[in-house]
């Protein structure tokens, strides 16, 4: 009997230690997560750092993102989504009906895996788990995504299993998704023009830095294009500077129509736009210009007061490609200067034109 009880009190203490361990695991990974202050960082933390902190067999986030804002800042950070298929959007709840409880929409979901009802959440080519464990992501009474665990063992998540950890876990992980959010979304309002909504000069030298590390290190090409809006401060001096302000604003929406959502539109200063095109060579760059200036030509702005107004726009076109440089540090300056120096030549030469250094010739209106 006494040889029992020593059983009984050395599992009891062997389980305590177990359970020490892993709260101070939690604890820890808890704070990594509430020091994480962009999303990337937060991203990878929840997502692959919780493969191997907790031992799961696969873990997928899925986030709703209704106005584009998650992506748009992981993009703006660099972060390829393609290369994560772990991290899904959607624009509005996609099934939660069937996974969370109404009454009580902070409870986690957990028992064996059902494709039908969990099959959207953890993709084939990625994993198919045997039980799975399903953490809602909420702030303000409000769903905001999904954090999924899956496990190749049947009996690691069920029904009746204890949540308060995973609870727990959710709540934190919303938190600090909703201040990283709010984090981008200040550190943006210091990088955007707030006059066209477009990236402002600050924003587009540090994609620039980190769009020529990326030639060198992936040897693909890097396109520049710069935009000089015609005679824009003749549009000054003859319709104003406000009328001057619906010109900038209506040219950078017809240029942002034409490139693609991971390309950098900035306004450099002035009349002037600047747009790194990433993976792109320059025949093709010559084309999405030629684009620009032909939606530009077409447009007709109209002012507070009726007035009509006709523009035109000129575009140097430069490329960046790891034969063309040698030196880093140099290589971005080189691609600007490249650029500026293309669209000097289309209004030395005419204006209304895209003219590329290092092609056979010009294209002209």
């Known amino acids: 009997m006494r040889k029992s ?9 062997w389980n305590a230690r177990q359970n020490e361990e892993k709260l101070q695991k939690f604890q820890c990974y808890e ?6 202050n962009t999303l990337p960082d937060l991203v990878n933390q929840v997502v692959y750092e919780s493969k191997s902190t907790f031992q799961l067999d696969v ?14 800042f992981l993009k703006t950070e660099g972060f390829i989504l393609e290369d994560h298929p772990a991290l899904m959007f959607s624009e509005s709840p996609p099934g939660f009906n069937s996974v969370y409880s109404a009454k009580d929409l902070t409870k986690p979901n957990m028992g064996v895996f059902n494709a039908k009802i969990h099959g959207r959440y953890f993709p ?6 045997q039980s799975v464990a399903m953490l809602p992501l909420i702030r303000y009474g ?9 496990s ?11 949540s308060d ?14 201040n990283t959010l709010n984090h981008e979304r200040v550190r943006c309002m210091g990088l955007t023009d707030t006059l066209t909504g477009v990236n402002n000069r600050r924003f587009f030298d540090q994609r620039l830095d980190e769009e020529v590390k990326r030639v060198f290190r992936n040897n693909e090409p890097l396109t520049c294009l710069f935009l000089d809006i015609d005679f824009f401060k003749k549009i000054n001096d003859t319709y104003g500077h406000q009328a001057g302000d619906i010109v900038l604003a209506e040219v950078a929406d017809v240029i942002s129509i034409q490139l693609r959502q991971n390309d950098v539109l900035a306004r450099y200063g002035g009349e002037e736009f600047t747009a790194l095109l990433s993976h792109t060579k320059i025949d093709v760059a010559v084309e999405v210009a030629e684009r620009i200036r032909e939606n530009v030509e077409k447009m007709v702005v109209t002012t507070d007061d009726g007035t009509e107004i006709r523009i035109t726009i000129s575009i140097g076109v430069g490329s960046l490609f790891p034969d063309n440089c040698d030196d880093h540090e140099k290589a971005g300056q080189l691609l600007i200067e490249t650029a500026d120096k293309a669209v000097y030549q289309a209004k030395e030469t005419g204006r209304n034109k895209v003219v590329c250094i290092g092609c056979q010739s010009a294209k002209d209106s």
């Open 59 to 72: 873990v997928t986030l899925m986030l709703l993102d209704p106005d584009y804002e998650f992506r748009r």
């Open 165 to 178: 950890f995973l609870k727990h876990l959710g709540a934190v992980v919303g938190i600090c998704f909703e």
């Open 31 to 36: 704070m990594q997560l509430l020091e994480m």
């Open 124 to 129: 084939v080519k990625l994993y198919t788990p």
């Open 152 to 162: 190749a063992k049947v009996r690691r998540f069920y029904s009746e299993l204890g």
């Open 142 to 150: 409000c769903l905001i995504g999904s954090l999924n665990f899956g």
């Open 5 to 13: 009880y020593e059983q009984q009190l050395g599992s009891l203490i």
